[in-house]
């Protein structure tokens, strides 16, 4: 006891002692800055995770969560979907015999038509897609095979087409345009829907090829190309077509605002899907009057320009006709992960509270004695 | 140079112990020897450059690029880098190119200034003036091109520019004094000794006169042995051959003190000399995080290998099918077909690896880089580490290993200026058990002590007063100290009595200076010693004259010394002064047991204690004393031995006057810092070049040993009684015994109110348990010794060589348990073992800065290691460890996804994210969150780490960079990747999720992944921060704000330079959709939610020291937090 009081007084001695002799300009100038940052000290929230603190986020992400979700659900519930399967494979399948004796420089186009029924109406707009299986627009070798540039316009692209677009970059020594795999892979049944009225006619229903495409996409992303001339064939002189297309880009349409780069079907084909299971907007059925539904209960025929092989890779086409709400088509998965992630955040809240009952309380009078 | 690098290794390997392998012959002055006598063969030495750098300008591209891609980092960038410029990979080869161009540039650029530095010291040093004698006159040269060989003229105060042959002094008796305070630490005077047949050239005419040659061995970097061999040609004559030792060698660093000038020849030069060889090579360090990060990232390279390999593999078994090979939409081109296939599943392999490769991140290195180089700032600005008196801070030579400093486990400290003040001062005296305290300000006053003993007899009698002159009469008198005058001009006695400037005392002994400078405080002034008379000025300024008889000098077997004097009565006194072990038996009368209590008091207080005693003698025992000395001294055999038996006749029979006490003093809070640092667990050395009984008595004072710490001694007084095995052996059952019941105990938490062991070993001792054994058990002797080691709290080495010193570090570091070793000093003489040890820490002392300059980390005082370890130390190792798990745990949620996907593109390496996103994920979306929580991070206050040192425990033993924790981390980011694959999966899952009924992409699905991302480990990293100054909210914040601007403006506008538009509207049009924005809400919350949840239920059930007291400083302060809060407001106003 003795010993370390003496060394205390000692050391308080010292202190006060080395204070005293500094203190010239000289040597204050190399002093550091007693700023808060370089002392690091400086002013700071220094929240930390406990069981208490974390209780009630756990509590409001579950009360937020499953309200959100179960109202997801429900939205996802009440949106009408129905699928149409064409490819074609089964014998039993209208479209068997066009999905067998297929080739590419078909002069007469095979049709086959699909009926279905509908149980219950359509309201709102309805959206007609195609959808594809096993198609891989996603592979790297076909999700580059493009030239951005060729498509925004540039006539130098259009002659010259970038190196990506091999081996669908020339044919017969001309540039194709659009070059690619994408363009020249460019998805050409065509679909149009017959509403069977009860009385026996046959009433085509009207689909609409504008707006299937992203704004930007239409306005600003594809071009044509502009050239002394007007007229969309002159400026495409030079160029080939794709080689599995029937008809050259500038003859895709009759509307020179849907031709062209600018085609909306095109324009549509070219944003590659995410996965190998994949459906594109075709057409949107516009709700014509407030009173009666887009597409009445009742049954219709889809009538099929069957062009497009899937065959060879397993894969399948179908028909898709869908309502859209705020949230899109339907996807029960949102408001399921929602409820689920909810309930879970709850239970994790109830244990929590135990937890912190139990233990917090031990562990901080454990600190008290300790 | 690398010559002399080759030369200096075998040298150093082939001179064995004693032989000389190889000598070398030096021409005094260049001159050759008369014809005849032996041939003249100029010898080629090198000059006497220093050289400290590393690289030269020729050598500096290839050299510093070969060393920077010797790291598996770089190198293995270097391969991606080249992957992609030869082969078609998903990435383009800017990606990795451009990061590995700026660090390896940042990196050379920092080396490169770093070695500029460098050589800006080494030509300091080279070019300071050094005076030489060329043809008897003295020629001013530059230190670096002195040759062996060349007769150097040194004057008073001047360092030793190499190693030297004394060859004559400005003193008649061919003397000089020599401090090498910065080789051995010893800051005493040592005499060496010219040559006697040369001590007569004096002058610079004299020597040019002077033929002689010096053969030596070649350099060996023990300090103390040398031998050698001068010869000295005469005109005619044979010959004079005379032996050489070390007494005759002048070390380079050395300094002349006291002596006007000597002369001396150059034997070593440059990288030769002692000093030069007793550097270790500058070797780069590594820390144990740096480890644990390669270890890190080699089993993330097997991750990316195993992953690209199985992508292949797949790849071609999904192939088999031609079809999905080549679908006729997609189809290859003739050049691709007809590659081998074995030559294309290379390719893709490779690819793959592309693909994968920003799992390992070149900015990781990049910012570890950066947060070592910034973060050591904060070192350098501390303000607590700034001392006053030298007008200097902490500074940093190497902020690779700043985390390092929270690793630590076993400190090598040097005593001499270290701990140590390293002056000697006079605390107070006891006569008869009265204590005398003298008093600085109020000059000779007697102040009684307060203390008990005194108390008996408070008022001495005149027969007390009579033995209180005597004592300080007799401790004026035995020392063998000079009194050093300066320009005397009008004597000495006014300059001594006007104090410092003009005189001061010198003597081989600090104690004795200490001792007579307190007797003048106390009124008894020594003034000097002439024509063989003492003379002492006493309290009432009278002169008394002693005439000086003779002197019984110290060593250090009988440890006393006495003098015989003859008083101006006539009367004969001889007083003896020495340690109280061999002055108590020799006495016959005298207050015997309050002198022994009041020696053991101080010895206990660390204090360096001597006793004092006389007798009278009669003109007969005077002569007879002279006569045994005499004969003594004229023995031809056995002469020590006789003297030995003369002393000890002569010195008994005393009267016990009283004894003294005196400190070197501590360094300010030098006990207080080791008592911490043992609460961190850390394990304290203390390595010093001084003899045991001083450095034990700083141990006790330094409270390294205490009162109740059992002291083991293994020194050469104990294995000469007992072999060295018995000693061992004896010393590991007495330390086991205790160990066994310890382990028994170690449960209850009070292992620390065990006996505890301090262990003493010399250097001599040292040599011979590290000496392997003849009969092949090497590591015998070693691995008990180490076991000894490990179970004793402390450990005093005294007598230790500067490579000793070097040598027990380098035992302890590579001991089976590998710890972390930190040394500190502050002499040359301490070098070798700062740069042996893990962390070398300098100590801007008095012995010049060559410690400081060679060490990893340099601070001003001793104090100052405690708040380098605990608050720096510790922060590093939490900001670095959190720096590098995060780091990999980000890069396995950004890669993972890409993986994943492959399974979906027909593994085709689509990337899953935009270019632009690959590139700048890891530069800058989350770069500097991680950057700025690596700087600033605390998770607990800094004051708290300082009172609490046991939380530095928590950290111990690379805690935070465990296996286990890294493979939490790892699947953390494997868990967190799966939830944002396939939440986006399930999202995009032949459905639409736009209100327009438009599809989206594989771009937006990719972003919408990268969103999640981006968002989930920045708010990881929020979670994890626990101190949230504005800068962190700025950053963080900041950082998301950043990716999201960026992301707009990225695909806001048609970037002409691109040959592609694939992001064009992409983010935008994700972000219109409600469901995206719910499903990125959803993702975040999932991914953050299991490290949450295991975050609170381990704080609550098994908390850490660390999270305990976070958790109870939160209770305490409940009410101040809101002041925080106002404060931080308020602060972030003025920012």
Known sequence: VMASGYSAKEEDGHHSGALGPAGGAAVRSRKPDNTAFKQQRLPAWQPILTAGTVLPAFFIIGLLFIPIGIGLYVTSNNIRELQIDYTGTESSSPCFACSQNYSWNMTTPCVCSVSFSLDQPFESNVFMYYGLSNFYQNHRRYVKSRDDSQLNGNLNSLKEPSKECEPYRTNDGKPIAPCGAIANSLFNDTLALYYNDPNGTETQIQLVKRGIAWWTDKHVKFRNPVGDDSNLTAIFQGTAKPVNWQKPVYELDSDPENNGFINEDLIVWMRTAALPTFRKLYRIIEKNSSTSPTLPRGNYTLKITYNYPVRSFEGRKRMILSTISWMGGKNPFLGIAYITVGSICFFLGVVLLIIHHKYGSRSSSADLTH | ?1135
């Not at chain 2, 950082?1039 to 691109?1058: A, D, E, N, R, T």
């Open chain 2, 1 to 1135: 140079m690398d010559f002399n690098a080759i030369r200096n290794l075998i040298s150093r390997y082939c001179t064995g112990e004693e032989n000389w392998v190889d000598s070398r012959t030096v021409y005094i002055g260049h001159r050759e020897p008369p014809p005849g006598t032996e041939a003249y063969i100029p010898q080629r030495f090198p000059d006497n450059r220093i050289v400290s750098s590393k690289y030269t300008f020729w050598n500096f591209v290839p050299k510093n690029l070969f060393e920077q891609f010797r790291r598996i980092a770089n190198f293995y960038f270097l391969i991606i880098f080249l992957v992609q410029l030869i082969i078609d990979t998903p990435t383009s080869p800017i990606t990795s190119g451009l990061p590995l161009f700026f660090v390896i540039t940042v990196t050379a650029i920092k080396q490169g200034y770093e070695d500029w530095l460098r050589h800006k010291a080494d030509n300091a040093v080279n070019q300071c003036p050094v005076h030489i004698i060329q043809h008897g006159k003295v020629v001013r040269k530059q230190s670096h091109k002195l040759r062996v060989g060349d007769i150097v003229l040194v004057k008073e105060d001047e360092t030793f520019p190499c190693d030297l042959i004394l060859l004559s002094t400005s003193r008649d008796d061919g003397t000089c004094f020599v401090t090498t305070a910065s080789l051995d630490g010893e800051s005493s005077h040592k005499t060496y000794y010219a040559v006697q047949d040369t001590k007569s050239f004096n002058t610079e005419q004299e020597l040019d006169t002077l033929r002689a040659t010096i053969e030596c061995e070649q350099p060996q970097p023990d300090l103390y042995k040398f031998v050698g061999r001068i010869n000295i040609y005469q005109e005619r004559d044979e010959p004079i051959a005379r032996p050489l030792g070390s007494e005759n060698v002048l070390l380079r660093g050395a300094t002349l003190k006291n002596t006007e000038y000597v002369y001396a020849v150059a034997i070593y030069t440059g990288m030769e000399t002692k000093m030069a060889l007793n550097y270790q090579s500058k070797s780069q360090k590594r820390s144990a995080v740096e480890k644990s990060m390669n270890a890190f990232l080699i089993v993330y390279l097997c991750i990316l290998l195993s992953k690209a390999l199985i992508n292949t593999v797949l790849k071609y078994v999904w192939q088999a099918n031609p079809n999905r090979d080549e679908p006729w939409y997609n189809e290859k081109t003739e050049s691709e077909r007809q590659r081998h296939v074995l030559i294309r599943a290379f390719t893709d392999f490779l690819a793959f690896m592309v693909l994968f490769n920003y799992i390992i991140p070149v900015s990781m290195y990049v910012t570890v880089e950066m947060q070592k180089f910034l973060g050591s700032y904060f070192i350098t600005w501390d303000e607590e580490m700034f001392d006053d008196e030298i007008g200097e801070g902490a500074l940093v030579n190497t902020s690779d290993l700043n985390e390092e400093l929270g690793q630590v486990e076993y400190i090598f400290t040097d005593k001499t200026g270290t701990l140590t003040e390293n002056n000697m001062e006079f605390i107070e005296c006891c006569v008869d058990g009265h204590v005398y305290v003298p008093h600085a300000i109020c000059n000779g006053q007697i102040l009684p002590g307060a203390l008990g003993i005194d108390m008996i007899d408070s008022s001495p009698g005149p027969d007390g007063k009579e033995h209180e002159e005597l004592f300080f009469r007799a401790l004026c008198l035995c020392h063998t100290v000079q009194v050093k005058e300066e320009e005397t001009v009008d004597g000495i006695k006014r300059g001594i009595h006007q104090g410092k400037g003009t005189s001061f005392y010198i003597s081989s002994s600090p104690d004795e200076v200490a001792l007579v400078e307190g007797m003048k405080r106390l009124g008894f002034t020594y003034l000097r010693l002439k024509d063989n008379h003492m003379e002492i000025l006493n309290r009432e300024d009278e002169i008394e004259r002693f005439e000086l008889l003779e002197v019984l000098n110290f060593d250090s077997v009988r440890r006393r010394m006495s003098v015989i004097v003859r008083s101006g009565t006539g009367e004969l006194y001889l007083f003896c002064k020495g340690a109280d072990s061999s002055i108590f038996p020799r006495v016959i009368s005298g207050k015997v047991e309050q002198v022994r209590a009041r020696v053991e008091h101080n010895a206990v207080e660390g204090l360096r204690t001597l006793c004092v005693a006389y007798k009278l003698l009669t003109f007969e025992e005077y002569q007879d004393i002279c006569q045994l000395l005499e004969t003594a001294k004229l023995a031809l055999q056995e002469r020590d031995k006789k003297l030995a038996e003369a002393y000890d006749a002569i010195e008994r029979d005393f009267i016990l006057l009283g004894a003294t006490a005196v400190e070197d003093r501590l360094q300010d809070k030098a006990a207080d810092t080791i008592e911490s640092l043992h609460k961190a667990g850390m394990k304290v050395w203390v390595l010093t070049g001084d003899k045991m009984e001083t450095a034990a008595a700083t141990c006790y004072a330094s409270k390294l040993f205490r009162r109740s710490t059992q002291i083991l001694e293994l020194t050469t007084k104990r294995t000469e009684e007992q072999n060295l095995h018995d000693v061992l052996f004896d010393l590991s059952r007495t330390v086991l015994r205790q160990h066994g019941s310890l382990t028994r105990d170690t449960f209850s938490g009070l292992s620390n109110e065990f006996q505890d062991y301090g262990l003493i070993i010399d250097g001599a001792t040292l040599t011979a348990v590290m000496k392997p054994d003849q009969d092949g058990s090497t590591g015998n002797y070693k691995e008990i010794f180490l076991e000894i080691c490990r179970n004793c709290s402390a450990v005093l080495c005294c007598r230790m060589a500067p490579l000793q010193k070097a040598q027990i570090v380098k035992l302890i570091k590579f001991s089976k348990e590998h710890p972390i070793t930190l040394a500190i000093g502050d002499g040359a003489n301490d070098v070798s073992m700062i740069l042996e040890a893990h962390v070398g820490i300098g100590i801007m002392g008095k012995e010049g800065r060559q410690a400081a300059r060679n060490s990893d980390y340099a601070i001003p005082k001793f104090k100052h290691l405690k708040k380098m370890l605990l608050v720096h130390g510790h922060y590093y190792y939490i900001r670095i460890a959190e720096l590098v798990q995060y780091f990999f745990y980000k890069n396995v949620c950004f890669i993972f996804p890409q993986f994943l996907y492959q399974f979906f593109c027909g593994f085709s390496q689509q990337p899953l994210y935009d270019t632009a996103y690959l590139t700048l994920y890891n530069i800058s979306f989350t770069s500097l969150p991680i950057l700025l929580y690596s700087l600033i991070e605390q998770h607990i206050n800094m004051d708290i780490l300082k009172r609490d040192p046991s939380l530095y425990r928590d950290i111990a033993k690379n805690s935070l960079l465990r296996w286990r924790i890294f493979i939490y981390w790892t699947f953390l980011g494997v868990f967190d990747a799966v939830v944002f694959f396939f939440g986006a999966y399930f999202l995009f899952d032949n459905t639409t999720f736009t209100s327009n009924g438009q599809m989206f992409g594989n771009w937006t699905f990719g972003t919408l992944v990268f969103t999640v991302l981006v968002f989930t480990v920045t708010l990881k990293l929020a979670l994890d921060t626990h101190y949230w100054t504005w800068i962190n909210h700025f950053v963080i914040w900041g950082s998301l704000l950043f990716y999201v601007v960026f992301s707009l403006l990225w695909g806001g506008i048609i970037w002409p330079f691109l040959n592609y538009q694939r992001m064009y509207y992409v983010f935008m049009q994700m972000l219109s959709s409600g469901p995206a924005w719910l499903c990125i809400i959803l993702l975040i919350t999932v991914s953050l939610l299991p490290d949450v949840v295991k975050k609170v239920m381990c704080r609550a059930l098994w908390p850490t020291t660390t999270e305990r007291i976070q958790t109870k400083r939160k209770c305490l302060n409940v009410e101040q937090s809101t002041i925080f809060m106002l404060s931080q407001t308020s602060s972030s106003i003025s920012f």
